[in-house]
């Protein structure tokens, strides 16, 4: 037990003291389990508190300021201290805070919702199923793909497969349909049913596969060891391919133009359903409503999550494309499977909000014509730093590769820790970029204009330069 809470723990965390700070960190260690955390280390080190947040920046209970180059974990999309969403859900909570649409009831917010985004995502799609969040709706994802086979009598397709080092959520499901090492060396993962082919990344093939292949040719490649896969697992055994249009948490990793339209040709080759988790990619971030669009495929089932509610508060959910929507309705009779809060008005209500504002402020347009452009234009003037091995971006997600020879791509050794140490460096600036190994990751809320992205920028080189003054010998 804590004994040492100040009386006004929670009460003022804007106007926090030093004091506030070590109660809280000391208040954290002895309960909070973090996610994706190192609870000795962390405890050890004391965990930063952060209290408020307006516009593209949150400030910490010391009063630093910091640019959150990162939109929260990719969901503050339309920044923070918007009052549109606020009031969306204080008037939601005081009208109906709750209710549930398990027994033949709905919720106005919810129908609201599911409407709007029928409208607003590629035609195919006309139905959604709720859920709290990403991973369950990657959980989700499973139990539909396997139940659509089911009732086409074709029981025998359940394996699904993904890429290695994706990231789909961290439910059991989710967990073994992402591709995440380390996640599936604790608790027995993945599931039986769930295999894993490499993922698009040039970069990472260079040495390899890739050497002397310009992306477009090793696009195709990439593409073709899911048709492999497809054929050793025997094609009547596969139900679907899931994937994120870019992968965000693996490090953003582009794919090159031609991998997309080539997985679509191979799963119609194959009838196998179509899954793009969209959970980062949705909502503008690439610069089209979907990834899919900017992309170009045509999914059967899409996932979404963070950016719905630009995280203001949980909320996710499968779009369910006419193809799987239409067996299921007609031949499936109750659908087992949901969640208490698969369409919580609160929730829904706020993500109507938020895509009001997005469609307000033309967000998308301006991620696509002005902000995105103006991003690759920057990115692509850190090219030339002697810690740059390669950039990429698409929309508002980029990366930057650090490498010990930009000439000839040689890698840091990993105990080395320069993304890390980098990350280090961006705290100390202000300023929150992600570490994914060596590459650092920005996601800029998509309300950031063009002047703070030359302010990000400016302490992007600010910290590289004290990166590279710390690792040059
Ligand atoms: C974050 C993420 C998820 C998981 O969403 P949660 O809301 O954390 O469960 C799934 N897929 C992708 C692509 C994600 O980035």
């Not at 960190?25 to 408020?52: N, S, Y």
């Not at 201290?81 to 859900?89: D, F, I």
Request: glycine share 10%; charged share 20%; proline share 5%.
């Amino acid at each position: 037990m804590s004994t040492n809470v100040p009386p006004d723990f929670g009460l003022a965390p804007s106007t926090a003291t030093t004091h506030g700070t070590r109660a809280w960190q000391e208040a954290d260690a002895a309960h909070f389990l973090h996610p994706f955390t190192d609870h000795q280390a962390l405890a050890a080190q004391g965990v930063r508190v952060i209290t408020r947040g307006e516009g593209l920046y949150v400030w910490d209970s010391e009063g630093h300021r910091l640019f959150d180059a990162m939109s929260g974990l990719w969901c503050v999309n339309v920044g923070y201290g918007q009052e549109a969403l606020v009031q969306a859900a204080c008037e939601q909570m005081r009208t109906l805070p709750y209710y549930n649409a398990f027994f033949q009831t709905t919720t106005p917010a919810a129908v609201a919702l599911a409407q709007r985004l029928a409208a607003r995502t590629p035609a195919q799609f006309e139905h959604v199923f709720f859920s709290g969040s990403g991973s369950e709706a990657n959980d989700t994802n499973v139990r539909l793909a396997r139940r659509y086979w089911d009732l086409l009598g074709q029981p025998q397709r359940r394996v699904i497969i993904s890429r290695h080092n994706a990231y789909h959520g961290s439910t059991m499901a989710a967990a073994s349909l992402g591709g995440m090492a380390a996640m599936h060396a604790q608790g027995g993962l993945p599931i039986p049913d769930i295999v894993h082919i490499d993922q698009p990344h040039h970069w990472e093939h260079r040495h390899g596969v890739a050497q002397g292949m310009s992306r477009d040719e090793f696009g195709v490649l990439a593409a073709g060891w899911l048709e492999e896969k497809i054929l050793a697992v025997g094609a009547e055994r596969v139900a679907a391919f899931i994937g994120e249009p870019v992968q965000g948490a693996g490090g953003v990793v582009v794919p090159p133009a031609t991998y997309w339209p080539e997985i679509q040709r191979i799963c119609d080759r194959h009838g196998i359903l179509l899954i793009s988790d969209e959970v980062i990619c949705g909502f503008g971030r690439t610069g089209q409503w979907w990834g899919c669009e900017t992309f170009g495929t045509r999914p059967d089932l899409m996932t979404f999550a963070k950016g719905v509610t630009s995280g203001y508060v949980p909320l996710g959910g499968v779009m369910v494309g006419e193809r799987v929507a239409r067996v299921l309705i007609e031949r499936g009779g109750e659908l087992a499977h949901g969640y208490t809060y698969s369409g919580h008005p609160v929730a829904c209500a706020v993500g109507l909000a938020n895509l009001d504002l997005i469609e307000r402020l033309q967000l998308v347009e301006r991620v696509r014509e002005d902000t995105g452009p103006y991003l690759a234009e920057r990115l692509a003037a850190l090219q030339d730093h002697p810690l740059v091995g390669e950039v990429q971006s698409c929309g508002l997600m980029a990366a930057i590769q650090l490498c010990r020879d930009p000439r000839t791509g040689e890698a840091f050794a990993a105990e080395q820790g320069v993304g890390m140490a980098c990350r280090r460096h961006c705290f100390e600036r202000g300023l929150v970029m992600r570490a994914v190994g060596d590459r650092m990751i920005v996601a800029p809320p998509l309300v950031i204009t063009r002047a703070q992205i030359d302010e990000m920028f400016a302490l992007i080189g600010q910290v590289l330069e004290r990166t590279w003054e710390q690792f040059r010998s």
